[in-house]
């Protein structure tokens, strides 16, 4: 009896082994609104017997242990609501994450110019389409008029923001997708009158990276104009890419002047 | 037939205990819903990459002999002809660097090969052998192409008289309707989001369920399945949310969509739908379970990452599955065989 059972466990394992290894699909994320005033409403989905969702909320990795997904997150400040999904016969699914960035420091804020133009096909709805609100797809394609998009080494902005002097920080909103070429730039500097006030410069990007939201924070220097001007310099394609040394396209679809609190 | 699937679909869920079947009691991965469910075969139509290469696997045939034809823009062999066993039978075809639609058509017993080339912007009619018949180029006669490069046609589909329907999926969005002599007939569609025009006409094929003949045709980029009478006037739209579906394929009461992205169009997203005999989504291997609220369906999205990017499926007599797949890793075709 007992070499009966033996037989059977080392059937099973054997027929565990010849499965092949498949894996989940990351979780369907869906935000009412990326950007918000009050509160907003994170859903995550996964509609498959078994399955169980763990989520975190301060963009560290989830893993085994985060909280487990029961029902919609209601979130009222910015977070980045990172999610996978587990099940015991299936491949952890690979991690899906949607930033959602609270407007309740918001200060009023215009783009004037930007040298050079945007790319022919990627215009968006123009300039204002970085100031309307509006958050652009994951993919890019699916929201033309939300997404502006350069192939440049250097994108100069001015900036207007009537309400000088109470915003501390610059939010660049952006797309990284690299399997399209897009990228976060290098470095973003920002001026007053000639004078720098913040500059930030982003890691150079590691291999299979999902395609994701990404916000650039720049701190600034208290200020003394109504006028910004930013310096965006882009990455240059990793040797690992297929386009290894040619600058990487920059996708913006908003830009925020917020105070800090 | 009928009694041999009972059987098997019984056993199965008696040795899930009544949960939802994803491994068959020999390992096998199941996938699809309700009536349609098939085991699933990754390495069906696998060959040696250094004697027979694939880069894109973009359609599938059958023929009468019962042979699965597959199609490749690889032109060391654009087409592979394969039993039903995934043995490889003939390769032949060097011509065809943009080799994308597959069509078969038995006319007066003898079968040709309706290819679409989205480099060389024509149709090339072939023998099943790889003989050439015809090869069409831009239908300059329409009056709406002032170049070969706005044309860049996807998909075929011919009439029991002969008439060939040609997709422009991937230029101006026009179907073009030609007589079998090569006179063009009749030009409509066209690029647009108004409901008889097109979003990426992918895929075209003529549906003989009804009492009349019609064309279905996709508009990919839509989510949707546009019907047409023959003669081109719209006749109906067929909501598919999420579901980024490639070419239509009747068999029996249903239709077959090789579906290439989902959710929000992000890649390596696709599943397999299929509808029935009222258009309704009612399977999709590789994707959620298909559910409808007040005769809308609730978008799709993949919840396995078995299919990568299907691009065609092809249904055999005993309507088993196999599933081409366009950018997939230079992947041969899956086999999915109904259970």
């Keep these: 009896m007992r070499r009966m059972y033996f037989i059977f466990l080392m059937l099973c394992s054997g027929l565990a082994?010849?499965?092949?290894?498949?894996?989940?699909?990351?979780?369907?994320?869906?935000?009412?609104?990326?950007?918000?005033?009050?509160?907003?409403?994170?859903?995550?989905?996964?509609?498959f017997?078994?399955?169980?969702?763990?989520?975190?909320?301060?963009?560290?990795?989830?893993?085994?242990?985060?909280?487990?997904?029961?029902?919609?997150?209601?979130?009222?400040?910015?977070?980045?609501?990172?999610?996978?999904?587990?099940?015991?016969?299936?491949?952890?699914?690979?991690?899906?994450?949607?930033?959602?960035?609270?407007?309740?420091?918001?200060?009023?804020?215009?783009?004037?110019?930007?040298?050079?133009?945007?790319?022919?096909?990627?215009?968006?709805?123009?300039?204002?389409?970085?100031?309307?609100?509006?958050k652009g797809a994951l993919n890019f394609a699916a929201t033309p008029k939300a997404w502006l998009g350069w192939e440049t080494d250097t994108l100069r902005m001015?900036?207007?923001?009537?309400?000088?002097?109470?915003?501390?920080?610059?939010?660049?909103?952006?797309?990284?997708?690299?399997?399209?070429?897009?990228?976060?730039?290098?470095?973003?500097?920002?001026?007053?009158?000639g004078e720098q006030i913040g500059q930030i410069e982003t890691a150079r990007p590691e291999p299979g990276g999902p395609t994701q939201y990404h916000f650039l924070e720049v701190p600034l220097k208290p200020r003394s104009s109504d006028t910004l001007e930013v310096l965006v310099l882009a990455r240059q394609l990793p040797d690992w890419h297929d386009g290894a040394g040619r600058p990487a396209w920059i996708f913006l679809d908003e830009i925020l002047l917020t105070q800090k609190p | 037939m009928m009694k041999r699937r009972e059987?098997?679909?019984?056993?199965?869920?008696?040795?899930?205990?009544?949960?939802?079947?994803?491994?068959?009691?020999?390992?096998?991965?199941?996938?699809?819903?309700?009536?349609?469910?098939?085991?699933?075969?990754?390495?069906?139509?696998?060959l040696n990459a250094q004697f027979y290469p694939v880069k894109d696997c973009h359609e599938l045939v059958q023929d009468k002999q019962g042979r699965i034809i597959l199609l490749t823009n690889h032109?060391?062999?654009?087409?592979?002809?394969?039993?039903?066993?995934?043995?490889l039978l003939d390769a032949w075809g060097t011509d065809f660097p943009g080799a994308h639609g597959l069509t078969l058509k038995d006319e007066g017993g003898e079968e040709f090969l309706y290819i679409t080339d989205t480099e060389r912007h024509e149709v090339i009619k072939t023998t099943l052998n790889g003989r050439v018949v015809w090869a069409w180029a831009y239908p300059k006669a329409s009056g709406v192409y002032d170049s070969p490069s706005q044309y860049i046609p996807t998909e075929t589909a011919v009439a029991d008289n002969g008439d060939v329907y040609i997709a422009d999926g991937y230029g101006s969005q026009y179907i073009l309707h030609y007589n079998q002599k090569g006179e063009l007939l009749n030009v409509?569609?066209?690029?647009?989001?108004?409901?008889?025009?097109?979003?990426?006409?992918?895929?075209?094929?003529?549906?003989?369920?009804?009492?009349?003949?019609?064309?279905?045709?996709?508009?990919?980029?839509?989510?949707?399945?546009?019907?047409?009478?023959?003669?081109?006037?719209?006749?109906?739209?067929?909501?598919?949310?999420?579901?980024?579906?490639?070419?239509?394929?009747?068999?029996?009461?249903?239709?077959?969509?090789?579906?290439?992205?989902?959710?929000?169009g992000s890649s390596g997203t696709g599943f397999v739908s299929i509808l029935d005999e009222h258009n309704r989504l009612v399977s999709a291997p590789g994707g959620v379970a298909p559910v409808y609220e007040e005769d809308q369906l609730r978008p799709m999205y993949q919840v396995l990452r078995v299919f990568t990017h299907p691009h065609d499926v092809c249904?055999?007599?005993?309507?088993?599955?196999?599933?081409?797949?366009?950018?997939?890793?230079?992947?041969?075709?899956?086999?999915?065989?109904?259970?």
């Design chain 2, 315 to 339: 249904v055999d007599e005993d309507e088993n599955l196999y599933v081409a797949q366009w950018n997939a890793g230079f992947t041969y075709p899956i086999k999915l065989t109904r259970v």
């Design chain 2, 7 to 46: 059987f098997l679909k019984s056993s199965l869920w008696a040795a899930a205990g009544m949960g939802l079947v994803s491994w068959t009691s020999r390992g096998e991965l199941v996938l699809g819903h309700g009536d349609f469910r098939y085991k699933v075969d990754l390495n069906w139509g696998a």
């Design chain 2, 75 to 87: 032109t060391r062999n654009n087409v592979l002809i394969y039993n039903r066993d995934g043995r």
């Design chain 2, 188 to 264: 409509f569609g066209g690029k647009g989001e108004g409901e008889a025009q097109f979003l990426n006409a992918h895929g075209i094929c003529i549906d003989q369920r009804g009492q009349a003949p019609e064309l279905l045709i996709t508009a990919r980029q839509q989510n949707q399945l546009k019907r047409f009478g023959m003669d081109g006037a719209l006749k109906g739209v067929i909501d598919l949310p999420g579901a980024y579906i490639c070419r239509p394929v009747v068999h029996g009461s249903n239709v077959y969509l090789a579906t290439i992205w989902s959710g929000d």
């Design chain 1, 17 to 47: 082994l010849a499965q092949p290894r498949i894996q989940l699909s990351p979780p369907q994320a869906v935000v009412d609104s990326v950007f918000f005033t009050e509160t907003t409403t994170v859903r995550l989905e996964l509609d």
């Design chain 1, 49 to 134: 017997p078994g399955v169980e969702l763990r989520y975190t909320l301060d963009g560290s990795p989830v893993g085994s242990n985060s909280s487990v997904y029961k029902g919609p997150l209601a979130l009222s400040q910015s977070a980045t609501v990172s999610a996978k999904a587990f099940h015991p016969d299936f491949e952890d699914s690979p991690q899906v994450s949607i930033a959602v960035r609270s407007l309740k420091y918001n200060q009023p804020l215009s783009i004037t110019n930007a040298t050079p133009r945007p790319a022919p096909q990627y215009t968006g709805a123009g300039l204002s389409a970085l100031t309307d609100r509006q």
């Design chain 1, 158 to 193: 001015q900036l207007n923001a009537p309400e000088a002097g109470k915003a501390n920080m610059l939010v660049f909103s952006l797309l990284d997708n690299a399997g399209a070429w897009i990228m976060p730039p290098a470095v973003v500097k920002v001026y007053d009158a």
